[in-house]
């Protein structure tokens, strides 16, 4: 069996992995580093939604840090989103799903209120 773990990362920080599923089909996802090998061998046996309806094939990658939304966004950009899962997009049923921060506009704030949070 394969090890995933980042070598000289630290265990309890996260990591986030790409999966190839049959039919060409994808997944996004992200765990703590050394739980690495535990999560992608429940992919691989189907345990969970997408990996369930999807088969494994293979892991594509796995990287450093939380960029689940940066990831998936970016492969569904590629392939479509009927072909992508992960972030909030992990239903089955609902690729068209738009992630809150896509959809509400977020408020800007003058320095004087900022400074008055503070105050």
Not at 25 to 40: D, Q
Not at 101 to 111: G, L, T
């Amino acid at each position: 069996m394969r090890n995933y773990l980042i070598q000289n990362y630290p265990f309890n920080f996260y990591v986030t992995y790409v999966l190839r599923l049959e039919g060409d089909n994808y997944y996004v996802g992200r765990t703590k580093n050394g739980k690495i090998n535990a999560r992608i061998n429940q992919h691989k046996v189907g345990s969970a939604g997408w990996t369930f309806v999807h088969k494994f094939c293979e892991v594509v990658g796995v990287y450093k840090g939380d960029i689940e939304k940066e990831k998936t966004l970016e492969l569904r950009k590629l392939y479509g989103k009927d072909k992508v899962r992960g972030y909030v997009w992990v239903k089955t049923d609902d690729p068209d799903l738009v992630c809150y921060e896509e959809q509400v506009p977020k408020p800007e704030m003058s320095a004087d209120a900022v400074a008055a949070l503070f105050a």
